[in-house]
C-alpha cells in the first residue's frame, strides 16, 4: 500500500484539515500519515480558536515519520507560521521526500490574509520551490502573481508568472466565478485545461483539502499528473454530489461515497 503524509492543522469539525485529508487519502487507496501543525477550534460557521505547536515539535513529528514508514508523497496545507514553515522545508530536504504537493492556503474566503506576510515571503521562497505541484485558487494566485484575475485570460498570465516561482508544475483552480470547475495545469511550459463539472452545492468545506490529498494520493500511486488530477477532480465531485448537508454554515462533504454499507453476509 502507498503511504501518503499530510502536514496541516486539525479541523475539530472535521470537514477540512487533517482530518480531510485522512479520509481522502484513505478514500483513494492509500495509507495516511500525518504531522499536525496546529489544533483548531472551528465549526462550519467559522473559526474561533488556534493553537499552533512548536516547530521543534512538528520536526519530531516528521523525523518519526520519516524513519520509520516513509511517505510515497507528501501533501502541505496551511502552516501559518514562518518557522513551522523552515522546519517542514528543512526535513523535506533532509529526507529527500517526493512527490510534495503545495496547496497554498493564504486567504480565507472572506478575502481576508490567513498568514503573515513573513509567512507568505517563506512560504513562496522556500516551501514552493520544493514542490512537484502547488494547487492555488483565484485569490492566492492573486497574492502569488501580483496581478488580479478576471477572466481566463487572466488566468493564463497569472499562472507564467507563478511557475517562475520553483514548482514543477501549478494547477490553478478556476471557481465558478471564472469559468465554472474548469481548472488550468502549467506543466513542463504547456498550458493544459483540465475540465470538471460544476455541483450546485453550497456545503463546500474542505474542497481545496481534498482535492490536493486525492492529487498526492494519486502521485503516490504512480499516476501521471494530469491523470492523478483528472482523478482527484473526479473523487471531489462525487463528495459533492453526495449533497450531505451537516452544521449551520457551509457544511462538509461526503469524503466517504465509495465505502459500501458492511453486509455481514458477504
Known sequence: MKVVLSIAGSDSSGGAGIQADIKTIIANGCFAETAITALTAQNTTG????????????????????????????????????????????????????????????????????????AINTLINELIPLADIITPNIPEAEVLSGIKINNVSDMEKAIKIISKLGSKATLLKGGHMINDANDLLYSNDELVWINGKRINNNNTHGTGCTLSSAIASNLAKEYNIVDSIKRSKYYLSKCLEQMLDLGKGSGPMDHGWNFKEINLND
Open 47 to 118: 473559526v474561533t480558536g488556534i493553537l499552533n505547536v512548536s516547530s521543534e515539535f512538528l520536526e519530531r513529528e516528521l523525523d518519526a515519520i520519516f524513519t520509520d514508514i516513509r511517505p510515497d508523497a507528501v501533501k502541505i496545507g496551511m502552516v501559518s507560521d514562518k518557522d513551522l514553515i523552515k522546519s517542514i522545508v528543512k526535513k523535506l530536504k533532509q529526507y529527500n521526500a517526493k512527490n510534495i504537493v503545495v496547496d497554498p492556503v493564504m486567504v480565507a474566503t472572506s478575502g481576508a490574509k490567513l498568514l503573515s506576510d513573513d
